[in-house]
């Protein structure tokens, strides 16, 4: 089986611009989460969805947005790009929220630059 | 949510036993110890999970003592490909959200 894919993997961006970034939880998986991951940091939790609705998020400005698609399916949005939103963009999907033996499964990321 | 600290970094030989030790003070009752590793431009990959006492799994072992206040991740006979960032995590649940990383220990693997 497919582990969870990330799209793109790389892109580049100017300042004020928007971007889009996608995920694929591994089949089966309802629950998704976006982490931001600078340099030399560990990932910070950004959102997190099950079945289509939003049940948590992080301390990120209301730049940051996401919703998840009916085959659970999920899309990062972010607007008005700053020079700090660069990061790599990960997302990691699991069976639900609350399944205490199923670890969160991550994607390879999307690497975000912006110039 | 439970702050973890664990060493920024370790060295190590290739084919000895590395042992990373992660503190976690304020860990609640319902918290289970679970550590990821994480390869450059990857992203982080479920190493193992544990509650309390021992755990074992074909790629490491996890200990825990009585006061579950530490636990220590146990790598056997690293290798070159051993070399990554190892984070400890404490959460009530490994697949709960919010997962929460601090900056994990750089260990370096040397031939």
């Known amino acids: 089986d497919a582990g969870v894919t990330q799209s793109p993997t790389h892109l580049i961006k100017t300042r004020g611009q928007h971007v889009t970034l996608r995920c694929s939880p591994i089949s089966g998986h309802k629950s998704v989460s976006w982490y931001q991951q600078v340099l030399g940091q560990g990932p910070q939790f950004i959102f997190q969805y099950y079945e289509k609705e939003e049940r948590g998020r992080g301390n990120f400005p209301d730049r940051f947005s996401a919703r998840q698609f009916p085959n659970y399916s999920s899309e990062l949005n972010v607007n008005a790009l700053l020079l700090g939103d660069s990061a790599l963009y990960l997302c990691a999907s699991s069976l639900t929220p609350t399944d205490v033996n199923q670890p969160q499964h991550f994607g390879d990321g999307t690497r975000l630059s912006i110039l | 949510l439970a702050k973890t600290t664990q060493p920024i970094s370790m060295d190590s030989y290739e084919g000895q036993e590395v042992n990373i030790t992660c503190s976690h003070n304020?860990?609640?009752?319902?918290?289970?110890i679970t550590w990821y590793q994480q390869f450059p431009s990857q992203g982080p990959r479920f190493i193992i999970q544990g509650y309390k006492t021992k755990v074992t799994n074909e790629v490491a072992s996890l200990f825990i003592p009585a006061d579950r206040k530490s636990s220590t991740l146990s790598l056997p006979r690293v290798s070159l490909s051993d070399t990554a960032v190892y984070y400890c995590l404490v959460a009530w649940s490994s697949g709960n959200t919010p997962l929460v990383f601090g900056k994990g220990t750089r260990l370096s693997v040397i031939a």
């Open positions: 304020n860990i609640a009752t319902n918290d289970y």
